[in-house]
């Protein structure tokens, strides 16, 4: 693994708004960055990240198995008491994932290793299914990359599958996010098309705008049934909500499912360091209430069980601590997690984003940052597989 320095297109911003890719700038500052690109080999991709990434992707479906009967445990995971049946019962008929994303500390020597799991509502998916694969493709053709180049990517196509292999054709399949959110509204925007590909017919409500009819159905703003809806919308969140009392009774599909309200929550991650310790792709991770902690040591990372974006998160490293971005985070507690070694190319950390989709692993995607923190404003990097 190497960052090498990749002069960027000309006209690649002319090239991102014609593509619908309208959030490549966020603030005034750059998201998308072509400048440069995280090269591998073939064999770090398939040994080092493809692997463990399935490997791990079981070893959490285990954990929903476990979690799903046991009362002790949700409320570990902190998820509401009156929830706690639905969730169970999500899992108990075998309510379909569509995706999700393990995000790794990466470097190209030794395992990767587990930061968390967005396994609800993962974000930069056209990035990372489109807007890469099609900055490879130019720069193979414009002679910046070799003929031989290539990119761990099958996402696009696998969700497309994935979409087919759910719904029947013709099927209708809601999407739903917060209407004015220009980057959630985008992402839905792909996958509603990649739904329309697999033959199935997609309609965008604002989630603010679905209702509830008179037998407990949710409904859009036309008064459609909702009978299977994509939301980007997390689970913690749905679960506060005032119509939280009709998720039950609405006998919608949801994507994602209820269960994987118990995988994107950080504190699934000493619970399966509990179960897996000293697995070569896990960090040593503890709640914080546990005694057992002080086996961590002086260096960890302090994390709420609900997070976005890099916020309440805090770096401790010996008597040193950082100061994290106050976001609102951490009502329900927090966990400890062993610092883990990130790479670092002139001042540039890299985290390894490496996506699942159904059971099989799709490809990755790269953020990085000036800090050990991966935040709203990280750059996208795009990434290839080269031999030399």
Not at 125 to 145: M, N, V
Not at 338 to 350: M, R, T
Not at 355 to 363: N, P, Q, T
Request: aromatic share 12%; hydrophobic share 40%.
């Amino acid at each position: 693994m190497r960052r090498i320095a990749i002069g960027e297109r000309s006209d690649w911003r002319t090239i991102a708004e014609a593509q619908g890719f309208t959030f490549h700038h966020e603030a005034g500052q750059r998201y998308w960055d072509e400048r440069a690109a995280y090269a591998f080999s073939l064999e770090e991709i398939e040994r080092d990240l493809e692997d463990p990434t399935e490997e791990l992707h079981a070893m959490c479906l285990d954990l929903v198995d476990e979690a799903a009967g046991s009362d002790a445990l949700m409320e570990r995971l902190a998820i509401p008491p009156e929830m706690r049946d639905f969730v169970a019962a999500s899992w108990a008929e075998g309510a379909p994932s569509l995706y999700g994303r393990f995000d790794f500390a990466y470097g190209g020597t030794g395992p990767a290793k587990l930061l968390e799991y967005n396994a609800d509502t993962p974000t930069s998916i056209y990035e990372t299914g489109f807007f890469q694969w099609a900055w490879l493709e130019a720069r193979i053709a414009d002679g910046t990359l070799p003929a031989s180049a290539d990119q761990f990517n099958s996402l696009h196509e696998k969700l497309i599958a994935r979409f087919a292999a759910l719904f029947t054709k013709g099927s209708l399949l809601h999407f739903a996010s917060v209407a004015d959110h220009v980057e959630d509204r985008q992402t839905v925007r792909y996958l509603e098309d990649l739904a329309s590909q697999a033959g199935l017919e997609a309609k965008f409500t604002d989630i603010n705008q679905i209702g509830v009819d008179a037998d407990g159905r949710f409904v859009d703003e036309d008064r459609f049934i909702i009978a299977a809806l994509f939301k980007l919308y997390p689970w913690e969140d749905m679960f506060r909500e005032p119509y939280a009392r009709h998720l039950a009774g609405s006998r919608t599909i949801f994507l994602e499912p209820a269960w994987k309200s118990i995988l994107s929550n950080k504190a699934m991650l000493p619970l399966l360091w509990q179960r897996h310790r000293g697995h070569p792709n896990l960090l040593p991770a503890y709640f914080e209430d546990d005694p057992a902690r002080s086996e961590i040591g002086a260096g960890y990372v302090r994390k709420p069980f609900f997070s976005r974006e890099g916020w309440d998160i805090e770096l401790v490293d010996g008597g040193r601590r950082s100061d994290p971005m106050a976001g609102g985070y951490g009502a329900e507690g927090h966990i400890l997690q062993a610092l883990a070694q990130l790479p670092s190319w002139d001042s540039n950390y890299p985290i390894i984003g490496s996506w699942i989709v159904g059971d099989e692993a799709a490809g990755i995607s790269i953020r990085e940052d000036e800090t050990p923190i991966t935040r709203n404003l990280s750059r996208f990097v795009p990434h290839l597989i080269a031999d030399t």
